[in-house]
């Protein structure tokens, strides 16, 4: 069975400061993975994928991600984080691109 | 605007009752999913459906269900509404591989 672990529920950080987010997967072969990010109110947007390829992956809004199959890790990062970053992110792991799991998320509080 | 729309955006009822929510996929998309967000149990998927067919199914009780129709929106049906089924419930719209685009959600409570 597929499962994600997002061990920060929450996370606070200083604006310009550097973010990293954890996520760990439990999957049997090479999985689709997800960051998705929840604004107040809103649905969950795409921040970046990984099917295969570079481990690296560029998303949007400054985002990237490292995919590292010996740690089971898919870490979410931001080299400077602006107010507007502050929401919460969602870490999601699959088969393929449906069916879906998602982990409990972590929230992001930026301070000024 | 994600292209992905969800109606209602709230909804209040009683317990017992049964509800409709609506949902109409980004224009190509041929897959829809249904998503239950709630407090206790955070995401969870409940069902798929692809071009009318059922994909996939989920944590759904068999107080829920769902369709899709010719023109690809989607529906999901609760009936005999309990407290606990009080979340947002969240549509989502996929192509191959290019992961969910997600609507903004209707958020259902029962009274």
């Known amino acids: 069975a597929q499962s994600v672990t997002q061990p920060d529920i929450h996370i606070t950080v200083s604006e310009g400061a550097s973010l990293e987010l954890r996520c760990n997967y439990s999957?049997?072969?090479?999985?689709?993975l997800f960051w998705y990010v929840q604004s107040p109110g809103q649905g969950l947007q795409l921040l970046l994928k990984?099917?295969?390829?570079?481990?690296l992956v560029q998303g949007i809004k400054g985002f990237e991600a490292e995919f590292k199959r010996s740690q089971s890790s898919f870490n979410l990062r931001k080299p400077s984080v602006h107010w507007s970053d502050a929401a919460e992110y969602f870490c999601a792991v699959g088969p393929n691109d449906y069916k879906l799991s998602f982990g409990a998320g972590t929230t992001v509080t930026v301070r000024a | 605007d994600s292209g992905v729309t969800q109606t209602p955006k709230h909804l209040i009822t009683a317990t017992g009752q049964r509800v409709t929510l609506r949902c109409s996929p980004r224009?190509?998309?041929?897959?829809v999913y249904w998503y239950q967000q709630s407090l206790d149990q955070g995401l969870q998927f409940l069902i798929h459906?692809?071009?009318?067919?059922?994909?996939a199914k989920g944590n759904i009780l068999e107080r829920f269900s769902a369709q899709q129709f010719p023109d690809l929106h989607s529906e999901l049906n609760l009936s005999s509404l309990e407290l606990g089924d009080s979340a947002l419930y969240f549509c989502a719209s996929s192509q191959a591989e290019g992961g969910y685009t997600f609507g903004s959600g209707t958020r259902l409570t029962v009274v």
């Open positions: 459906y692809y071009n009318g067919e059922e994909r």
């Open positions: 990984y099917f295969s390829g570079d481990t």
């Open positions: 224009s190509g998309d041929l897959s």
């Open positions: 999957y049997g072969a090479t999985p689709y």
